[in-house]
């Protein structure tokens, strides 16, 4: 089982509505999980950051976490076609040096559609 | 600009030559990091160092080697350089071990 998992898409959007993104990750002792975003060429860039259960917002943009069901999500609202890009979710998980590594999903492709 | 800074942006080079990515962050952090991003986009790490200790060593052939000169700086040796290690390589950094991190602009890795 793959440590992060996310639906690789593509996943398309209208413009105006909400994209909603999904990630499930494997070890049930991660505290701490991030949303980044990925333009194609770029490098990535961190846009939300959820460390408790239940819902996190920032602008446009809700983190929503499930420790119990080990599930994080991203809404985004009125999406934008500038939205269109990679979306990467990240979890900490232990390395094989004992510490902690952020540990990357494959990504969401997301297209916004005008 | 506070940021982290990569350097080469690109580089090109044949099988077998040695080569050396730098890494530099401005951010006052303790912890930085080089990542690999292959052909798939999989951004999986390769290296962590905690104020120039290294802390994280995944399954990586020690024809890498990752040198820390002081906690604002992490470079990236690559001896005997194969066509498998093209790819685009990350450095990131964050303020401690296990928070947020922030990445530099990749370095484009053609090994021909």
């Known amino acids: 089982q793959k440590e992060v998992e996310q639906n690789s898409g593509p996943l398309s959007v209208p413009e105006g509505a909400i994209a909603s993104l999904n990630c499930t990750y494997s070890?049930?002792?991660?505290?701490?999980f991030f949303w980044y975003r990925q333009y194609s060429g770029k490098s990535p860039e961190l846009i939300m950051s959820?460390?408790?259960?239940g819902d996190k917002e920032d602008g446009r943009f809700t983190a929503q976490l499930n420790k119990a069901s080990q599930y994080v999500s991203l809404l985004i609202r009125d999406s934008q076609p500038s939205d269109s890009a990679t979306y990467l979710c990240?979890?900490?998980?232990?390395?094989?040096?004992?510490?902690?590594?952020?540990?990357f999903g494959t990504g969401t492709r997301l297209t916004i559609i005008p | 600009d506070t940021a982290v800074s990569q350097t080469p942006k690109y580089l090109v080079t044949q099988m077998g030559n040695d080569k050396s990515i730098k890494c530099e962050q401005n951010?006052?952090?303790?912890?930085m990091y080089w990542y690999k991003q292959d052909s798939k986009k999989f951004l999986k790490i390769m290296f962590s160092?905690?104020?120039?200790?290294?802390?994280i060593n995944e399954t990586v052939p020690n024809r890498f080697s990752p040198k820390s000169p002081d906690k604002a700086h992490l470079n990236l040796h690559i001896n005997s350089l194969e066509l498998g290690d093209s790819a685009v390589y990350f450095c990131?950094?964050?303020?401690?071990?296990?928070?947020?991190?922030?990445f530099g602009p990749g370095t484009r890795l053609t090994v021909t």
């Open positions: 990131a950094s964050s303020p401690d071990r296990e928070t947020e991190q922030y």
């Open positions: 070890d049930r002792g991660s505290q701490s």
């Open positions: 959820i460390y408790s259960n």
């Open positions: 990240a979890v900490f998980a232990l390395s094989n040096f004992g510490n902690e590594k952020l540990t």
């Open positions: 951010l006052g952090h303790d912890t």
């Open positions: 160092y905690n104020n120039k200790e290294l802390i």
